[in-house]
């Protein structure tokens, strides 16, 4: 079946790169997402990378893929404390037939000023 | 665009009492899921509607778990009888059809409480 890891926490300076990763099992998964969930709120999509590409890059966010290796990362450049939350890897999984996603533990970052 | 509505926003109850949560997706996606979050964990797919019909309840715990999406818009989640492990966040997200590849917008979340 399906499996997404993460680190459970990051902590970094505002101003500071932060860099979170993933790691995914579905080697079929055609699409690979970040969400980002704030304290009490739903999920947010941020970003997403077809599995044919290995970089995308929306203003300060910037997506790396290692097919070979599964490894998906997600890059945010001159982190501000509003980056605060927690950020989640999802792969597509169209195993099914449907698209359906399968979610990793989720990465807390923390923003200290 | 209005979002993904979910009532209500929080819940209290005994175990072995039953609970309802509503969801209206975004007009016009035709697909819609459920999903549950354990704190501390990523959510998990509980079930996923093609307008009103199921696609994929294999996840879903149906000795106590019930949906319906009925007229393929708004939909309900239903546990009868809860138990103290279904204290979770309960989201529901919409898509344009099944195979958007744009990720889901997804509702704040119902946060159940089983005491």
């Known amino acids: 079946g399906e499996d997404v890891e993460q680190s459970l926490f990051l902590s970094v300076r505002e101003g500071d790169s932060s860099v979170i990763n993933c790691t995914y099992t579905d080697s079929s998964s055609t699409y690979l997402y970040w969400y980002k969930q704030e304290p009490g709120a739903g999920l947010q999509l941020l970003t997403y990378?077809?599995?044919?590409?290995d970089m995308k890059q929306d203003q300060r966010l910037t997506v790396l893929l290692n097919k070979k290796d599964k490894h998906l990362s997600l890059r945010i450049a001159d982190t501000q404390t509003g980056d605060s939350a927690i950020y989640f890897c999802?792969?597509?999984?169209?195993?099914?037939?449907?698209?359906?996603?399968?979610f990793g533990t989720g990465t807390r970052l923390l923003v200290s000023p | 665009e209005a979002g993904v509505a979910q009532s209500p926003r929080y819940k209290i109850i005994e175990k072995r009492q039953s609970v309802a949560f509503w969801c209206n997706p975004i007009s016009g996606h035709a697909t819609l899921y459920w999903y549950q979050q354990i704190l501390g964990q990523g959510p998990k797919l509980l079930i996923q509607f093609q307008n009103n019909g199921v696609v994929d309840d294999s996840q879903l715990p149906k000795d106590r778990f019930s949906a319906e999406r009925l007229k393929g818009v708004d939909s309900t989640l239903k546990i009868q009888p809860a138990k103290l492990e279904d204290s979770a966040v309960y989201l529901c997200?919409?898509?344009?059809?099944?195979?958007?590849?744009?990720?889901?917008?997804f509702g704040s979340g119902t946060r159940l409480t089983v005491v």
């Open positions: 997200a919409s898509s344009l059809d099944q195979d958007s590849n744009y990720g889901y917008t």
């Open positions: 990378i077809f599995s044919n590409m």
């Open positions: 999802a792969e597509g999984d169209l195993n099914t037939g449907f698209q359906k996603l399968v």
